[in-house]
Nanobody, 114 residues
């Protein structure tokens, strides 16, 4: 079955950086576009970034453009989210998802606070 395991979250000060990873299994990873979403307390889950199957096309939410970078390694069945210049409003649980598949992982908590 589809499994998505997010990792790399933690507590970081404003202006800091984190790199999230999402290890995928149970499907042909290289055939699916991948996305990162986040959900802050009391808010709906929102799309943060997306990448196509080969990594040649990437899209970002306006709120993270220029600070976050999505990438993937199809040889490792893993998608990444490099987050720089983090802000308190980036605090959320971050999830990855394969486009067209309904499964979600458990997410990884990112907290940006001084």
């Amino acid at each position: 079955q589809v499994q998505l395991v997010e990792s790399g979250g933690g507590l970081v000060q404003p202006g800091g950086s984190l790199r999230l990873s999402c290890a995928a299994s149970g499907f042909t990873f290289s055939s699916y576009a991948m996305s990162w979403y986040r959900q802050a307390p009391g808010k709906e889950r929102e799309l943060v970034a997306g990448i196509n199957t080969v990594g040649g096309s990437r899209k970002y939410a306006d709120s993270v453009k220029g600070r976050f970078t999505i990438s993937r390694d199809n040889s490792k069945n893993t998608v990444y989210l490099q987050m720089n210049n983090l802000r308190p409003e980036d605090t959320a649980v971050y999830y990855c998802k394969a486009k067209g598949l309904g499964s979600w992982g458990q997410g990884t908590q990112v907290t940006v606070s001084s």
